[in-house]
Structure formats: C-alpha cells, structure tokens
C-alpha cells in the first residue's frame, strides 16, 4: 500500500471521446477500501441490489453521487457514501490516492476512485436498498490470470475497446468496477 502513496495525480474527466460532455456528467467519488490480513492486502467490494436505477446487479466499490451542499469534495463523496452503504466509519479511513477518473456511458457518472487504508477488517453494515452484499478479495487473486480476461467491444464512440472482466467466484466484475481495479492493478504491479 505504501506505492499508492507516491501515485501521481489523478487525470481528470474520463475517456476521451466517450459522448459524455463534461455539462452532462455527474460527478460521484468511490471509496477504494483496502486492508491486510494475514499478510495479504484486500479490498472490499458491494454488490447493488436489482432494483436500482442504475448498474443494476454489478458488483462495485461503495460510493455515489457528489453532493455540493454537504460534501467538501469527491473525497468527502465517497467516505460519506461508503459509510451510508456499508458503515465504514471516515475516521477510519486514511486516503492514500486517487486514481484515474473513469466515465460510465450509460448512467453519465465522471468517477473519482480514492484508494484507502483501513488498519483492520472493518465490520460492514450493508444499507438494505443499497447494498445486497459486501465482500472482500485479496489482490493476489485478482492479479490471478485465471480470474482476468479482456473483450473487445465495438462502441459507438471506439471502435475494438478493451471491456475487462474479473471472474471471481459466484461474481463477475466488469464495467466502471473493473476499469478501476485494472488501472489499481496496472499502478500497482505494471502489469496491465
């Protein structure tokens, strides 16, 4: 975890050329929670209920919508949003980077991913509505090349994009999600 502190700053808006214009975006901060057990850095994931709006089902990094009159920023976002979720309380939680932000197409979100260190497992308390389930995975099973796999979409907007996917066990992670923890993993081990 100490790598992700010397991360350099985060390139804002997105994809290039992804049809979200910037007026049109909304901005929303995801909480990147890690911690180590057993030797091992893990992360925590959410899985969203069906009956969502939007990203229905997927599996996801707790976080949501910036909100201008009580957040101070996309920080303040995700630490607020991981603690209506799951009830990770912000105090316990020490920022150690932010990451790339990603653009989704479909729900038009400008992403900001911070990544932050817990000292412990932390006890979770799904928000039922918002949350179906928490779980964690260690990085050594992501970096697994029998969990990662790539596909090749053609989009309106690019043609051959790379959609990568991380086949875990009963969950797949794809999307906004695994955009993040490619981007995580490349940082980390320069290997994607």
């Known amino acids: 975890m100490a790598r992700l502190e010397l991360h350099p700053p985060a390139r804002h808006g997105g994809f290039v050329g992804d049809g979200i214009a910037g007026a049109e975006a909304r901005a929303a901060g995801v909480l990147v929670a890690m911690f180590d057990e057993a030797g091992e850095a893990r992360l925590i994931l959410t899985k969203r209920p069906d009956t969502l709006p939007t990203h229905q089902g997927q599996i996801a990094f707790p976080g949501g919508k910036f ?33 790339d932000h990603i653009s989704t197409v479909v729900s038009g979100f400008v992403i900001a991913p911070f990544v932050g260190a817990l000292a412990q497992r932390p006890a979770v308390d799904p928000a039922p509505g918002e949350v179906t389930s928490v779980f964690d995975v260690a990085l050594s099973e992501l970096l697994d090349d029998s969990v990662w796999r790539e596909e090749i979409w053609d989009l309106p907007w690019a043609r051959s994009a790379s959609m990568p996917f991380y086949d875990l066990a009963g969950e797949t992670v794809w999307g906004a999600t695994a955009r993040i923890l490619t981007n995580l993993l490349a940082y980390l081990t320069e290997r994607r």
């Open 67 to 99: 909100d201008a009159a009580i957040d101070a920023d996309l920080a303040a976002a995700a630490l607020r949003e991981a603690h209506e979720e799951i009830g990770i309380d912000p105090h316990d939680v020490r920022i150690l980077a932010e990451l």
